[in-house]
């Protein structure tokens, strides 16, 4: 199985939910050789529960995700901490619910959940948590306590930072990292455009079905993670991509107001 743990299916957290781009990224995604994806679309992002309601009408729901003819989707979101930070969330799709309503409170910047309490609101409940990219130097993670970092279940080794950060310089810095919080590393490509699919993802080797699957083979170090040569290229361009999508949109809206 071959899954991406960091993904978004909007173009950005003001513009809408366009089901025919969810498709279109969704078949992109399987032609890059993805089998699973993670939808980790940020908690506070315009009408989050609209992506959940195209899903339900529109997709059967087994085991633990979505089938998106044959591609796996496994629901979850991105959840930004107030001492600056981002964590990802995934498990089953009333658990994400459930829990990004107990966050109707804490969706901007000055209420921004703290990380105690977000751990808190999630114990209850069966989740695969992911410190996003730890290194990112506007959202960072190293400045945490690692008896914070450590209830965690993995580190992000992300995409984007890996084509601004440097690929073998990045590596070293987040496999020292992970060494000192006895973390594993998980690939995500943090895309929002699918040109950034299959930059990183990670090669596990059995089927999950569902979180505790995940958690499993993740914890018992059953995969590898897989860097393409052609990331640089790949997060470029879908960057380059993304800002004209986002330009146009927001032409159309600012149109549509007058």
Same mark, same amino acid.
């Given at each position: 199985?071959?899954?991406?743990?960091?993904?978004? &299916?909007?173009?950005?957290?003001?513009?809408?939910?366009?089901?025919?781009?969810?498709?279109?990224?969704?078949?992109?995604?399987?032609?890059?050789?993805?089998?699973?994806?993670?939808?980790?679309?940020h908690f506070n992002t315009s009408r989050f529960t609209d992506i959940y309601d195209y899903l339900e009408a529109n997709y059967p729901y087994e085991h633990g995700y979505y089938d998106i003819h044959g591609l796996k989707l496994f629901p979850g979101m991105e959840v930004d901490i107030f001492e600056t930070g981002h964590i990802l969330l995934i498990g089953d799709r009333s658990d994400?619910?459930?829990?990004?309503?107990?966050?109707?409170?804490?969706?901007?910047?000055?209420?921004? &959940?703290?990380?105690?309490? *977000?751990?808190?609101?999630?114990?209850? @409940?069966?989740?695969?948590?992911i410190g996003a990219h730890p290194f990112r130097e506007s959202t960072p993670l190293y400045h945490l306590?690692?008896?914070?970092?450590?209830?965690?279940?993995? *580190?992000?080794?992300?995409?984007?930072?890996?084509?601004?950060?440097?690929?073998?310089? @990045?590596?070293?810095?987040?496999?020292?990292?992970?060494?000192? *919080?006895?973390?594993?590393?998980?690939?995500?490509?943090?895309?929002?455009?699918?040109?950034? @699919?299959?930059?990183? @993802?990670n090669e596990f080797k059995e089927e999950c079905q569902d979180v505790n699957d995940l958690k499993n083979c993740i914890q018992g170090r059953r995969y590898n993670v897989t860097v393409s040569n052609d990331l640089h290229l790949k997060v470029?361009?879908?960057? &380059?991509?993304?800002?004209? *999508?986002?330009?146009?949109?927001d032409n159309k809206e600012a149109a549509t107001a007058q």
């Open positions: 199985m071959n899954i991406d743990f960091h993904t978004h &299916v909007k173009i950005s957290k003001k513009s809408a939910f366009m089901p025919d781009y969810f498709k279109e990224m969704m078949q992109e995604a399987k032609e890059n050789g993805l089998t699973a994806l993670a939808m980790t679309e994400i619910l459930q829990i990004r309503e107990a966050l109707n409170e804490h969706t901007e910047r000055v209420s921004f &959940v703290h990380f105690d309490q *977000l751990m808190e609101i999630t114990a209850p @409940y069966n989740l695969l948590k306590k690692p008896e914070q970092l450590s209830q965690l279940d993995a *580190l992000d080794l992300n995409g984007k930072d890996l084509h601004s950060q440097g690929i073998e310089p @990045y590596q070293s810095k987040m496999k020292n990292f992970s060494e000192q *919080l006895n973390l594993p590393i998980v690939g995500g490509s943090d895309t929002h455009q699918y040109f950034q @699919y299959g930059c990183v @993802y470029k361009a879908a960057i &380059v991509v993304k800002n004209l *999508l986002k330009k146009q949109l």
